[in-house]
C-alpha cells in the first residue's frame, strides 16, 4: 500500500471517500426501458462480457492514445508542443488505460459492476502512475501539466467508448472519468488536509456539506454561464458545444476541489501555486477569456455558499473572498 494510502484511514475521510464514490456509479439513464437492453448490460458486465470488451479496447488503445496527444497539442496550438513528447505520453497514457482495464475485468461480479466504483482500488493503483506520468513530462512541481494530461485522457475516452455498444460504454466510462478526475481534482490531499482535523472542525463539516454538492454545483453554474455569454467563442466553440460543456464542468469541479483543499489546510498556497498558473496557461491558449473565467467563478462562489448551513456561511464565505480576489489580481496585472 502506498505511504499516502497510509495516512488517510479515519472516519472523517471514510466518510469522505464515501460521498465521493457517488460520482461514480453507473449512469442507468441512456438506457431505455426495454428488458433487451438491461440484459445486454448483465451480459456485458459477466466475466466473459468483461473480458471481451478489454480485449476489444486494448487493440484500439495504441492508436487513439496517439490521437488523444494530437488533438491535445492542436488544442493548445504550438505551446504545448515544447512541453511534451508526445510519443513518451502516448505510451505512459496508453499504461495507465492498460491498468483501468485490468481492475475493470477483475471486478468479482456482474452485482458489483451495477453498483459503484469505488475509488479506494483505482487512487492506489493510479497514484505512483500518475505522478510519474507528470514528471515525464514537466518538471514535478509545474502545475501545467494537470491540463495537458487531463484534456489528453478526455480526448482518448471520448475516443475509445465512441467504439463501444451503449452497454460497454456505461460500465467503462465511471473507470475513464475516475482518471481524469484523478489527475485534476486534488481529491487525495483533500483527505490528507481532513485527517488532520478533529471531526467537529467547522472547516471539514463545510467540505462533507459541500462535497455530495459539487456535480450539480458545477451543472448549475455552466447553465448560467451558457445564457449569460451566449456569443463566447473559444477554439473548441461556443459554450454550449458538447466538449466544452464537458470540459467547464470539469473544470468548475476541479476549482471547488481546491477550495475545499484551502479550507482544510488554512491556506491558499494550492491555489496561488498551481491552480491559477494552470488557468493562466490554460485559458488562453484555447481562447477562454478571463472575464468568462471570473464571472464563472463569482457564480461558483454563490453556489457553494448556498450549498451549505448558515452558520457556516461566514467561514466559508471568507474563503470564497480570498479566491475570488487572488484571481482577479491576475486581470491587473495582465492590464
Same mark, same amino acid.
Given at each position: 500500500?502506498?505511504?499516502?494510502?497510509?495516512?488517510?484511514?479515519?472516519?472523517?475521510?471514510?466518510?469522505?471517500?464515501?460521498?465521493?464514490?457517488?460520482?461514480?456509479l453507473?449512469?442507468?439513464?441512456?438506457?431505455?426501458?426495454?428488458?433487451?437492453?438491461?440484459?445486454?448490460?448483465?451480459?456485458?458486465?459477466?466475466?466473459?462480457?468483461?473480458?471481451?470488451?478489454?480485449?476489444?479496447?486494448?487493440?484500439?488503445?495504441?492508436l487513439?492514445?496517439?490521437?488523444?496527444?494530437?488533438?491535445?497539442?492542436?488544442?493548445?496550438?504550438?505551446?504545448?508542443?515544447?512541453?511534451?513528447?508526445?510519443?513518451?505520453?502516448?505510451?505512459t497514457?496508453?499504461? @495507465? #488505460?492498460?491498468? %483501468?482495464?485490468?481492475? *475493470?475485468?477483475?471486478?468479482? &461480479?456482474?452485482?458489483?459492476? !451495477?453498483?459503484?466504483?469505488?475509488p479506494?482500488?483505482?487512487?492506489?493503483?493510479?497514484?505512483?502512475?500518475?505522478?510519474?506520468?507528470?514528471?515525464?513530462?514537466?518538471?514535478?512541481?509545474?502545475?501545467?501539466?494537470?491540463?495537458?494530461?487531463?484534456?489528453?485522457?478526455?480526448?482518448?475516452?471520448?475516443?475509445?467508448?465512441?467504439?463501444?455498444?451503449?452497454?460497454?460504454?456505461?460500465?467503462?466510462?465511471?473507470?475513464?472519468?475516475?482518471?481524469?478526475?484523478?489527475?485534476?481534482?486534488?481529491?487525495?490531499?483533500?483527505?490528507?488536509a481532513?485527517?488532520?482535523l478533529e471531526?467537529?472542525?467547522?472547516?471539514?463539516?463545510?467540505?462533507?456539506?459541500?462535497?455530495?454538492?459539487?456535480?450539480?454545483?458545477?451543472?448549475? @453554474? #455552466?447553465?448560467? %454561464?451558457?445564457?449569460? *455569454?451566449?456569443r463566447?467563442? &473559444?477554439?473548441?466553440?461556443? !459554450?454550449?458545444?458538447?466538449?466544452?460543456?464537458?470540459?467547464?464542468?470539469?473544470?468548475?469541479?476541479?476549482?471547488?476541489?481546491?477550495?475545499?483543499?484551502?479550507?482544510?489546510?488554512?491556506?491558499?498556497?494550492?491555489?496561488?501555486?498551481?491552480?491559477?498558473?494552470?488557468?493562466?496557461?490554460?485559458?488562453?491558449?484555447?481562447?477562454?477569456?478571463?472575464?468568462?473565467?471570473?464571472?464563472?467563478?463569482?457564480?461558483?462562489?454563490?453556489?457553494?455558499?448556498?450549498?451549505?448551513?448558515?452558520?457556516?456561511?461566514?467561514?466559508?464565505?471568507?474563503?470564497?473572498?480570498?479566491?475570488?480576489?487572488?484571481?482577479?489580481?491576475?486581470?491587473?496585472?495582465?492590464?
Amino acid at each position: 500500500m502506498s505511504n499516502l494510502s497510509k495516512e488517510i484511514h479515519n472516519d472523517s475521510v471514510s466518510l469522505l471517500t464515501k460521498l465521493w464514490s457517488d460520482r461514480y456509479l453507473l449512469d442507468l439513464s441512456t438506457l431505455k426501458s426495454e428488458p433487451t437492453n438491461f440484459f445486454e448490460l448483465i451480459e456485458c458486465a459477466s466475466p466473459e462480457g468483461r473480458a471481451k470488451t478489454v480485449a476489444f479496447v486494448k487493440r484500439l488503445l495504441k492508436l487513439d492514445c496517439e490521437w488523444g496527444v494530437a488533438k491535445t497539442n492542436a488544442l493548445f496550438n504550438a505551446q504545448s508542443v515544447s512541453l511534451l513528447n508526445t510519443n513518451q505520453m502516448a505510451e505512459t497514457i496508453q499504461f @495507465v #488505460y492498460e491498468k %483501468a482495464l485490468d481492475i *475493470y475485468q477483475q471486478e468479482p &461480479s456482474p452485482v458489483s459492476a !451495477l453498483t459503484v466504483v469505488m475509488p479506494d482500488k483505482l487512487s492506489i493503483t493510479f497514484e505512483q502512475l500518475l505522478t510519474t506520468l507528470r514528471q515525464q513530462h514537466t518538471l514535478a512541481s509545474d502545475p501545467r501539466s494537470i491540463g495537458f494530461i487531463s484534456t489528453q485522457i478526455y480526448y482518448t475516452s471520448r475516443l475509445l467508448l465512441d467504439q463501444l455498444s451503449r452497454s460497454e460504454q456505461i460500465l467503462l466510462n465511471p473507470y475513464f472519468k475516475f482518471l481524469e478526475e484523478q489527475v485534476c481534482i486534488p481529491f487525495q490531499r483533500v483527505c490528507i488536509a481532513a485527517a488532520n482535523l478533529e471531526p467537529d472542525s467547522p472547516s471539514l463539516t463545510i467540505v462533507q456539506q459541500l462535497l455530495p454538492a459539487c456535480h450539480d454545483i458545477a451543472k448549475t @453554474v #455552466y447553465r448560467r %454561464a451558457v445564457k449569460l *455569454y451566449t456569443r463566447h467563442q &473559444s477554439r473548441r466553440g461556443t !459554450l454550449s458545444h458538447p466538449g466544452v460543456k464537458a470540459s467547464a464542468i470539469r473544470d468548475l469541479e476541479m476549482m471547488q476541489g481546491y477550495l475545499w483543499l484551502c479550507i482544510l489546510e488554512n491556506n491558499f498556497t494550492a491555489v496561488e501555486q498551481e491552480l491559477i498558473p494552470l488557468c493562466v496557461l490554460v485559458f488562453p491558449s484555447v481562447q477562454v477569456t478571463w472575464e468568462l473565467v471570473q464571472q464563472m467563478l463569482e457564480m461558483l462562489m454563490d453556489e457553494v455558499l448556498a450549498s451549505v448551513e448558515p452558520d457556516l456561511k461566514p467561514i466559508l464565505r471568507s474563503s470564497a473572498l480570498r479566491m475570488q480576489y487572488l484571481f482577479s489580481e491576475i486581470e491587473k496585472k495582465a492590464s
